[in-house]
Structures are given as C-alpha cells and as structure tokens.
C-alpha cells in the first residue's frame, strides 16, 4: 500500500497543475484508501502509511482550495480512510477536523458536511467522543450561519445538507443537542428552509423538524428541551407550514405537512386546537380566511383524534385530494 501511496503523490506532484490528471489520480488514491483491509483492534498497520501522507493531503487542501472538484476528491480520500481506519486514527483526529473546519470557513463547499455527516456517524456512538464531536458541530454550524448570512444568493446544496448534517447529530448526540443553546437557531433556520421553494430543501428541513418533535426521551430533563422548544416554536411551525402549503408546495409534499402537523398534535391534542388558533391569528384577516379554508378542506381529517398516522399518506394519495387542493388554489386566487 505505500509503495502504490508514493507513486500516485509523486504522480500528483508532476501533473499538478492538470485538473484532469490530478482528478483521475486523486480517485485512483481514493479507490486504494477504500479497499484498505478493516480491523477490530484500534492497531491498523494502514495507519502508519496515512500519517506518512496526512501533512501531503493537508497540503493539497490549500493548494487546490478554488476548484471545487479536486477538492471533493481530496475529502472523498480522507473520508474513506476514516471509514477503514477509525478509531486508529485517533492520533490525528482531532487535527484532522481542525484543518477542514479552517479550510471550510474560508471556502463553503457542500461536500464538507456530507464528510462531517459521515464523520459523526462514525465515532458518535462512543461516549468520550460525544462533547468534543457536538463541539465540532457546533463549529461548522457557526461557520454555516456566517457564510449562509454573507451569500446574496441561498446555497441550496449547502442548506440541503446542514439540515441532514443535524439531524444525524440531533440523532446520535440527542441529549447535548437538545440541551443546547444552538437549537433555537436550528429551530430558526430549518423553519426559513421550510418557506424556500425548492422541495429538496423543504424535505430536508422538515425532516429535521420532525426529528426534534419525536426526539422522545426516557430522561426527564431531554424530554423538558423538547417540550421547551416546541412551546416556542410551535405556532410558527403550523403557520409557516400551511401557508406554504397554500401558496408554495405542490400536492406531493402535503404528506409530509400533515406528518409534522399529527406529530404536534399528538404531544397535546387541546393544546394544538389553541396553538392552530393563534397561528391562525398571525396572518392577516385574508389570508387568515382562506387558511381556515385550506384547513377545512385539506388538512381537517388529521386532526381526528381517531386518525390513525399510517393512514396519512393514504389519504393525501387518494385521487380526491388533488382537486380539493386545486379548490383552494383558485380560492386564493380570487381573494388575494
């Protein structure tokens, strides 16, 4: 294995400055980290080799920072020697998520958290790793904050994947996600996410919703977190979720709007008649009107106490649904 190493980085050194040369070099690097033979111990001797190359790799991240498609082969090599050696990188990991945490704050490319995802997956179900793995989040998510703020135009693959990146953390680290100041801005953000027309970022942001509505918890004071943000969030969520539902998602993503309705309502079936009530009221008298008539004509069935959830999708599938939905559409279009 490090003869083959040494060959492909010499081979990257020469033709450095050729993208497509260094692409396919990079990929056949990526391919050698991939198959290396995996250990139950912490003792990989394939360790010795990466540690050899890491200051090489570290060195490409700032070489080829502008082009986005070697780099996404340079984190594809780093991802997959995590993959195979884990835990016998445990020298080197945390300097490993410093030097990309510094190379993504200067340069948001998507593809860092997908490694990121990855990365919290891996090691988030040991419990020494747990503070400085959310700490690490945290850090990406500021950096995300700050460059999501500094954009004019909305990175809808950067936002797609922020939102999975906390979902799979709220996931593995639940009880320091849902403790943390940082939600309510997660809370935030997913519910700006939810307002965007673009269905692969409403999905992912209302998936992560979800994730925190049924973050259900044996331990009394992760359950009070959750209850917590819902008692802050939850008018907004119902008002932004069948406003959009009105005005920008399509017949195809309602399912998911009922979804997260039901999960609400099912944390306190009389406090969810006052809470739609209020969200109602933060619209104007119009919109106010035509919502309570999306409500009747759509979403109403749900909020049956006797409604079973996997009947949900039945449903809204159900060919009746579409000119019901149409229905309303032309209502708005009268009134509005």
């Not at 980290?33 to 995996?38: D, E, Q, R």
Request: glycine share 2%; aromatic share 14%; hydrophobic share 45%.
């Amino acid at each position: 294995m490090k003869i083959l190493c040494d060959i492909q980085f010499s081979k990257i050194s020469f033709y450095r400055d050729n993208q497509n040369s260094v692409v396919e070099l990079l990929d056949q690097l990526a391919e050698i980290f991939y198959n290396i033979p995996t250990f139950n111990s912490r003792n990989n001797p394939a360790i010795c080799v990466f540690l050899e190359k890491w200051p090489a790799v570290s060195h490409m991240l700032d070489y080829y920072r502008e082009n986005e498609i070697v780099m996404k082969m340079i984190i594809e090599i780093i991802q997959n020697a995590i993959e195979a050696l884990e835990f016998s990188l445990y020298p080197i990991l945390e300097t490993i998520v410093i030097r990309i945490l510094e190379f993504y704050s200067n340069k948001k490319y998507y593809f860092i958290l997908q490694f990121m995802e990855k990365f919290i997956s891996i090691f988030g179900n040991n419990k020494t790793f747990s503070q400085g793995l959310f700490t690490s989040f945290e850090s990406f998510a500021i950096a995300t904050f700050n460059g999501l703020n500094c954009e004019s135009k909305l990175n809808m693959k950067l936002l797609i994947e922020f939102y999975k990146l906390s979902s799979t953390t709220l996931k593995v680290l639940p009880t320091i996600f849902l403790k943390s100041p940082l939600i309510l801005t997660l809370i935030e953000l997913a519910l700006e996410g939810c307002k965007i027309k673009n269905k692969k970022v409403n999905k992912s942001a209302m998936n992560f919703i979800m994730n925190i509505i049924n973050s259900n918890s044996f331990h009394e004071d992760i359950e009070a977190c959750v209850i917590n943000a819902l008692t802050k969030y939850s008018r907004q969520i119902i008002y932004i979720l069948i406003v959009s539902s009105a005005f920008v998602y399509d017949n195809s993503q309602t399912t998911d709007v009922a979804e997260i309705l039901f999960a609400i309502k099912s944390k306190s079936d009389e406090g969810f008649k006052i809470l739609l009530t209020e969200a109602m009221n933060l619209a104007s008298q119009p919109v106010s009107w035509l919502l309570s008539q999306l409500i009747k004509l759509v979403f109403e069935p749900i909020f049956d106490i006797n409604m079973p959830k996997n009947l949900l999708k039945f449903y809204f599938k159900n060919p009746t649904f579409a000119p019901l939905k149409s229905l309303f559409q032309d209502l708005s279009n009268n009134v509005l």
